[in-house]
C-alpha cells in the first residue's frame, strides 16, 4: 500500500460481517444474522402503480429536490405519524435520511468530537456502534433490565461521564425485542434533561407490535418530551421495515437547530436522498388500494406467526442450554449460549455447516455480549428457519457435548 | 440549547449557501448558483418504461441488495466506461454511490485523520472542501494555470506537507470547465506516485465536452494510471449530471483495499444505496430505445448552446470590466469580477433583485476566490439566463459606478 488509511478507519475494516455476507452470496446458504424484512409482504403492486403515477407527472421527479426532503411526504409524517404518537411538530423539524442508519451517523457527526463520551443502551444495533467507534466516541454501556434502562446506574454514569447523546431503543429494540415500562420513560428523560443529554430514540422496529392482544404501547419518549418541543429528544424512524429497504427512507425529528445541522451535513455527505423515491412512498401512502393501517396489521400477524415458530424450534432438545426473553416486537430472538460459549468461535464452527447468526459482541459495547446470539425471524422461510436452527443447536451441541 | 454541537460542525452551519437556497425558494427567483442539470433533457418517458419493467420483476427489487451496489450496474461500466476510457478494472474495484458527494465524503473519512493534509486543486467543488473541511483536513491549494496544476510548485508542497491525498478534476472542472493538457497529466500522476499521494479524480462533469467538434479529450490519469491497477488513482464518476440527479447513482473506482474500505464506512453511513434506482438505471441504459451515445451527444449540443447565449451576454457593456474563460466542458462560467469587488459583497445586494450566483470563495481554499463568481448556464431556461445575467451585470455596475 502506498498510502495509509485514517487511523479509526483500520479496525473498522476486520469486521465478522464481512464474512457472514460473503458466505451469504452462496447458494443454500441461510443467514438468521440479516436485518431482512420478509419481501413476500412487499406491497409491490401498489408501489408499481406508484411509480407509472410519479414519473408520468414530468421531469420534475428526477431533478435534485430539497436537502430535507420532499415536502409532502414531511407533512404525512407530521400528521400522521405525529397524530398517532402524539409528536406535534412542524414539517421544518423533520429531514428525510437514507434510511435509520444515516441519521445515526449525521447525529452522531454532528455532536460527537473525538474523546465526546455517549452512553449507548446495552445490548444495541451493531450500525450504532460503528458509527460510534468511527467518530471516536468513548463508548459507554449503560445497563438495563427487562423494563429499561436502570435508573441509578444511569445518573452515576452521567454525573460521571459527561456524555453528550444517549444512544437507546425503548421499543422493540434491535437485538432484544424488549419495551421499557412508562417509569423508566420518565426516568430516563428526566435525567437527559438534568444532564443536557440529547436522547437519541432508535424507533426504526416500533411499529412491529408483536403482540397482537396488546393496545397502543407505551409513548416514544419523544412525545413525552413535550412532543419535541423540549429538544431534548431526537426520534429516529424508518420505512425500511415496514414498506420497504429499497426505498432508503427514514427520517430524524427533533428540535429545529439539531435538524437545521444534521440537514447541512446531508448535503456534505450525499446532497440529499432520491426526490423520486421519497414521492413514490408518499403517492403509496396516501394513493388508493393502500391502507397503512391494515399494511402493518398484516405484517405483525406473519411476524408473530414466525415469532412463534422460531420460539418452538428453541425448545427443542438442541437448545435446551439456550436461553432468551420472548420479544415484543422487532425481528429477532437475542439469546444466551450455554455458560463458557463464546458466539464468535460458535459462529466459526457454524459458517462451514451453511449457516450463520448475528454474534452478539457485534451488539455490544462491553464484554458479555460474546455469550449471546442474534437471531432473525422475519426473513427466512419456513423451510429455512427449521434447517438453519436445526444447523446452529447442532453446533452448539457439538461445543456443550465437548465440554 | 441544552447540549452542544461538534466544534467543527459549528463554522459549517453559517455557510452562504443556506441563504441562496432559502431565496431560490421564492417564486419568479432566479438562480445561477445551482449545480442543476436540464430538466427537459432528463429521459423520463424511457425511466418510465423501465420502472414498470423493474418493478415487474418481483419483490427481490425492493429488497436490500449489495451494498457495493447492483452487481450488473458495476459490471455495465466496467465495460463501458473502462472500456470506452481505456480504465480497465474488475466489478469488484467499483463501488455505486449516491452521487459523486457520497464518494469523495467516503474516500475523505477513509483516509484522513484530522490534521492530516490535503492537496486541493483550486478553485474546485464547494462540495469538496466542505468535506475536508467537516473532516478537519489542512487544506493545501495547488496552484494552476490553464492547462492544469503547476508541478514545480506541486512538488514543492508535496515535500513540506506530506500530503495523503489530491484533490482535483483534469476534465471541465467544476467552477473553470478547463482540461488538463496531456503533459500535465502524467507530470502530475508521477509525483503522486514518488510522494505516494492518493490522486482523487473528480470526474463529475467529464462526459459534457462543450467543444462538439473535438474527438475525446485526453485519457483520465485513472486510465494512464495502468487502468487502477496502480492503485494511485480514485475515479468518481456520476449518472447525475448526465441522465437524471434524483436517481442519486454516482460510483468510485480505484484499488481493491481502497474500494472495499469505502464499502465498510458507506454501510456505516447508509447501508447502502437504492437497488431500485441502480435496476432502473442499469434497465434503461441497457434496454431497448435508449442510447446512452445519441443522448450525450443531445446533452451537449443543447448545453453548448446555452453557454454560446452566456457568452454573448457576458460580452454586454454591464460586464465590461468582468474577464472569464471559456470553458471546455460542463456546466459553469467561472468569471472574475472588477478590482476590488468582493463576490460575497456582490451576492448581498444581488439576492433582493431576485438573482443569486455562487459566490467565488466557496469554491476556493485561499482568499483570491473573493473575486470570482460562478454562474451556471445548464439550468436556466432562455429568459431566465436573459434577465438573470441582466440583474447580476446590473448589481455590479452599480457597485463599480460608485467607485
Not at 105 to 121: A, C, I, K, N, Y
Not at 186 to 195: A, I, S, T
Not at 240 to 250: F, M, V
Not at 256 to 268: D, F, N, P, R, W
Amino acid at each position: 500500500m502506498r498510502y495509509s488509511f485514517a487511523s479509526r478507519t483500520v479496525s473498522l475494516l476486520s469486521s465478522p460481517l464481512r464474512q457472514i455476507r460473503e458466505n451469504a452470496r452462496l447458494n443454500s446458504f441461510i443467514s438468521l444474522a440479516e436485518e431482512l424484512p420478509a419481501q413476500e409482504l412487499f406491497p409491490v403492486k401498489r408501489l408499481e402503480e406508484a411509480a407509472q403515477d410519479v414519473l408520468a407527472s414530468g421531469p420534475d421527479v428526477l431533478q435534485y429536490g430539497e436537502p430535507e426532503g420532499f415536502g409532502p411526504l414531511r407533512e404525512w409524517l407530521t400528521a400522521e405519524w405525529g397524530g398517532r404518537k402524539n409528536a406535534f411538530v412542524a414539517p421544518s423539524q423533520v429531514l428525510l435520511t437514507t434510511g435509520t442508519q444515516q441519521a445515526i451517523d449525521l447525529v452522531v457527526r454532528l455532536m460527537v468530537d473525538e474523546g465526546d463520551s455517549v452512553l449507548v443502551e446495552n445490548p444495541t444495533s451493531p450500525g450504532c456502534l460503528q458509527v460510534l467507534s468511527m467518530q471516536g466516541a468513548k463508548v459507554i454501556p449503560a445497563v438495563s433490565d427487562g423494563n429499561g434502562l436502570l435508573v441509578h446506574e444511569l445518573e452515576q454514569q452521567m454525573k460521571l461521564h459527561r456524555p453528550k447523546l444517549l444512544f437507546a431503543a425503548p421499543t422493540f429494540s434491535n437485538p432484544t425485542g424488549g419495551v421499557w415500562d412508562m417509569g423508566r420513560r420518565q426516568d430516563v428523560l428526566e435525567l437527559c434533561r438534568r444532564y443536557s443529554v440529547l436522547f437519541v430514540e432508535d424507533d426504526s422496529y416500533g411499529e412491529l407490535d408483536l403482540n397482537l392482544k396488546r393496545g397502543e404501547v407505551h409513548p416514544s419518549l419523544f412525545a413525552l418530551d413535550d412532543g419535541g418541543q423540549g429538544g431534548q429528544v431526537l426520534y429516529i424512524g424508518s420505512f425500511s421495515k415496514t414498506i420497504a429497504p429499497a426505498l432508503r427512507t427514514g427520517w430524524a425529528a427533533g428540535a429545529s437547530h439539531v435538524i437545521e445541522g444534521m440537514t447541512v451535513l446531508k448535503q456534505l455527505a450525499d446532497m440529499q436522498s432520491s426526490t423520486m423515491n421519497q414521492r413514490l412512498l408518499h403517492r403509496l401512502l396516501t394513493g388508493p388500494g393502500f391502507s397503512w393501517h391494515d399494511h402493518l396489521a398484516q405484517l405483525n400477524k406473519e411476524y408473530a406467526t414466525r415469532l412463534k415458530l422460531m420460539l418452538e424450534l428453541l425448545k427443542r432438545p438442541l437448545w435446551k442450554e439456550v436461553t432468551w426473553r420472548v420479544p415484543e416486537g422487532g425481528m429477532y430472538v437475542w439469546a444466551r449460549l450455554p455458560e463458557g460459549l463464546d458466539s464468535a468461535i460458535l459462529l466459526k464452527a457454524a459458517l462451514p455447516k451453511g449457516v450463520a447468526f448475528m454474534p452478539g459482541g457485534l451488539c455490544t459495547a462491553g464484554k458479555e455480549g460474546a455469550s449471546f446470539i442474534r437471531l432473525n425471524f422475519s426473513h427466512p422461510g419456513r423451510d429455512e428457519l427449521f434447517l438453519g436452527m436445526n444447523l446452529i443447536g447442532e453446533t452448539i451441541a457439538e461445543f456443550t457435548a465437548r465440554s
